[in-house]
């Protein structure tokens, strides 16, 4: 299901993982709520390349939609 606003989508997806990494969910929450988007973009990024979040073929598509609407 693809939702309208990426970061709601990133959020929902890590959420459902963040077990596997509180830390920095809690920190890329943080990120997101002051309007740090490119900061939150990075931890993201990084949890993909560390392997510790997976992401469904959605969530790679709201990355994108991210960046470009947030991030950038």
């Given at each position: 299901?693809?939702?309208?606003d990426?970061?709601?989508?990133?959020l929902?997806?890590?959420?459902?993982?963040s077990?596997?990494?509180?830390a920095?969910?809690?920190e890329?929450?943080?990120?997101i709520?002051?309007?740090?988007?490119?900061?939150?973009?990075?931890?993201?990024?990084?949890?993909?390349g560390?392997?510790?979040?997976?992401?469904?073929p959605?969530?790679e598509?709201?990355?994108e939609?991210?960046?470009?609407?947030?991030?950038?």
């Amino acid at each position: 299901m693809k939702l309208s606003d990426p970061k709601e989508a990133l959020l929902r997806s890590l959420r459902i993982q963040s077990s596997d990494f509180p830390a920095d969910m809690q920190e890329i929450e943080t990120a997101i709520a002051n309007k740090k988007y490119r900061k939150a973009f990075l931890l993201i990024h990084d949890l993909r390349g560390r392997g510790v979040w997976i992401p469904s073929p959605e969530d790679e598509q709201s990355i994108e939609d991210f960046w470009w609407k947030y991030a950038n």
